[in-house]
């Protein structure tokens, strides 16, 4: 069996492509994400890593149960600890989804240490720390706070509050006040 064949049965037989690499490689210098498996090297943008791992949620469908096959492939995607981080995240009811008449949703995810953190899951942003120095430096895709909100929107497990669009600046900047 080759090396590849391996990599897809590990993964559940999601394939992931390459793409290409560092600046000065000659590729195009766009970020890369690499995961050691079974004694390989896999590598993939971004994006990809991404769409995979939207549609292995996405086969989902409201369910807040996870099979075996796709619980493997989102740990081969994210590694276990992210993944275990995020499901953690989400079983303690930590994600909100903020809805108003003319913003799009903003989530928010209350972390370990009490702070809640803003995740915008179509773009991958989030305001905290492993956000800045790891998915920005492309050592990994997401951190388990976006992880969490995508899981949380998938199975359903999330609170909703619906709320006017005059909070909206406040939910994501803090506390506006007025200059006497």
């Known amino acids: 069996m080759t090396q590849r064949a391996r990599d897809d049965e590990v993964a559940g037989g999601i394939s992931i492509a ?5 600046k000065g490689s ?6 890369r994400w690499r995961k050691t498996w079974s004694g390989g090297t896999i590598t993939a943008d971004h994006v990809a890593v991404c769409e995979v791992s939207d549609a292995i949620l996405q086969s989902l469908d409201g369910v807040s149960e996870f099979t075996e096959a796709q619980l493997v492939q989102l740990a081969f995607i994210h590694g276990a600890p992210t993944l275990l981080s995020a499901l953690d995240l ?3 009811g930590t994600v909100t989804v903020y809805t108003s008449p003319s913003a799009p949703p903003i989530y928010t995810v209350a972390g370990s240490q009490g702070r809640e953190y803003i995740c915008l899951p179509r773009t991958n ?3 905290c720390e492993a956000y800045r120095y790891k998915v920005l430096k ?3 895709p997401i951190c388990k706070h976006v992880l969490a909100v995508r ?3 998938a199975t359903n ?7 006017d669009d005059s909070y ?7 506390p506006i006040s007025t200059v006497p």
Not at 18 to 22: L, R, S
């Open 138 to 140: 492309a050592e990994q």
């Open 26 to 31: 000659g590729d195009g210098g766009l970020p």
């Open 125 to 127: 942003y989030c305001d």
């Open 151 to 153: 899981i949380a929107a």
């Open 90 to 92: 989400v079983d303690r």
């Open 168 to 174: 909206i600046p406040e939910l994501i900047c803090g």
């Open 18 to 22: 390459g793409g290409p690499g560092p």
């Open 157 to 163: 497990m999330h609170t909703t509050t619906e709320v």
